[in-house]
């Protein structure tokens, strides 16, 4: 029995030995790819979105916006790489997009679209009224693959009117000899700041800008020589304006009066203004005028007049005609052709002016005349209007013009109508139930004319 054993063993054994190389191949293998996918390239993540805009723009008087961006970040080419070299990392337009309201992206989803919607008219998210809502965003692509969060974009959703301006000072401080002040005081932020000088805010407006302005450097009003006026204000934002502020601000322009001919005497015995040398009244100030009109997109104005009595005229960048003149020439010359003067793009200027007449008497200064250059078109913005799809068949629009233009006026067309005069609040009434579009665009009193305007979509849908 022991003999006939001893051949299975030798067997075994020698299956077992047979077995060894498979083991050894085996181990190598697994090695060998370990080695292999340690230095593999990973597998790519879907790129981080990017948000960057909402329609309306922010901020707006939808609770239900589009929030829009780029499905590829910051990244405008990215290229990726593979076992044979580099390979274009093309977004595809059915990527997820997934819109959260926390900054790591782990909280309840918000709202999801896809790339293509991103990019185009937005993806739907909606707002609680009079809120601030930021957005952040990942990116899914097909394979699975989720970015990293993106970085915040916030939507201020106005349904409450803003409170209105509250005038706190003027530069320079009332009483002074300026005829350009500033009003300054504090407003919502973001929001549009109208000046009046009728109570109520009934009149014409007399200027406007933003709350950067109004809380920093200030609004500027013209006023006449020895007036008192009291201003006024109304704040807008996201089209919706404030009731007229119910504080106000005075102020009180004071400019020297011209002593009697001959000299006047003051209580030290000297005179403020002495009289010509050879005792004759002073030759009475120009009347001056600008060419174009008060605003306009001409760097080059001129400015003519009327100087009575006078040979000559001296055109000054102050109200008391002191230092160098920015332009002087004859009496012939300032009535006919004028004087052209140079000016900043995009400001407003005053010159005044003074009179001299055969003797080299100069007049006092004259009033002031003001130019507004002005070469920024408008920009249109609809601030409200109905959602992508409304089963009303009758919506009202509201746009504004962002630049803040004083004497902007609109143009609206609604579907394959003719371009005709409108103004905000816009409504539109029996609409069918298909698509329309609105279409709104701005001019100026300078002569600026918006291109392309504003655009909304919209569908009229039946109701369920």
């Known amino acids: 029995m022991r003999g006939m054993n001893k051949p299975r063993e030798s067997a075994n054994e020698g299956r077992a030995i047979a077995a060894r190389p498979s083991a050894r191949l085996l181990l190598l293998l697994a090695t060998a790819l370990i080695a292999a996918a340690a230095t593999a390239p990973a597998a790519s993540a879907a790129l981080t979105p990017s948000l960057s805009s909402s329609n309306p723009a922010s901020p707006g008087a939808s609770t239900t916006p589009r929030i829009r961006g780029d499905a590829d970040g910051i990244i405008t080419s990215g290229v990726g790489t593979s076992a044979f070299g580099p390979i274009a990392m093309a977004i595809e337009p059915d990527n997820l997009i997934t819109l959260y309201t926390d900054n790591k992206c782990t909280g309840p989803v918000a709202a999801e679209g896809t790339a293509a919607e991103l990019e185009g008219v937005g993806i739907l998210v909606t707002v609680p009224p009079d809120s601030e809502t930021t957005f952040h965003a990942t990116q899914t692509d097909e394979g699975g693959g989720v970015s990293t969060c993106s970085s915040g974009f916030t939507y201020q959703q106005v349904s409450t009117p803003p409170d209105p301006p509250v005038f706190s000072a003027t530069d320079p401080a009332s009483p002074a000899n300026q005829n350009l002040p500033r009003l300054i005081g504090t407003v919502a932020a973001k929001s549009i700041v109208t000046i009046f000088d009728t109570p109520g805010c009934s009149g014409n407006q007399v200027a406007s800008g933003t709350a950067v302005d109004f809380s920093g450097g200030g609004i500027q009003v013209q006023v006449a020589d020895n007036s008192t006026t009291t201003f006024y204000g109304v704040a807008t934002l996201a089209g919706i304006s404030s009731a007229c502020s119910s504080s106000s601000i005075s102020y009180q322009e004071v400019t020297p009066a011209e002593p009697p001919p001959g000299g006047g005497g003051n209580p030290g015995g000297g005179t403020t203004n002495p009289p010509p040398s050879n005792g004759k009244a002073k030759p009475a100030p120009p009347r001056l005028r600008t060419v174009p009109g008060g605003v306009g997109r001409d760097l080059t104005p001129t400015l003519t007049g009327v100087a009575p009595g006078a040979v000559s005229v001296r055109i000054f960048d102050n109200p008391t005609c002191q230092g160098p003149a920015l332009a002087k020439g004859s009496v012939a010359q300032f009535s006919a052709a004028g004087f052209e003067l140079e000016i900043v793009p995009n400001t407003t200027v005053a010159f005044w002016g003074a009179s001299v007449d055969s003797d080299g008497d100069q007049s006092l200064c004259s009033d002031p005349v003001v130019y507004t250059h002005d070469s920024i078109a408008p920009k249109t913005r609809i601030t409200v209007g109905p959602a992508f799809k409304t089963v009303k068949k009758t919506v009202v629009f509201r746009f504004a013009d962002l630049t803040g ?41 300078a002569g600026n004319r918006e291109t392309k305007g504003a655009k909304r979509k919209f569908q009229v849908v039946k109701a369920f």
């Open 405 to 445: 233009g004083l004497d902007t006026k609109f143009l609206c067309k609604v579907d394959k109508k003719k371009w005709k005069a409108c103004k905000a609040p816009l409504k539109l009434k029996h609409l069918g139930h298909r698509r329309h579009t609105l279409r709104v665009k701005a001019y100026d009193g």
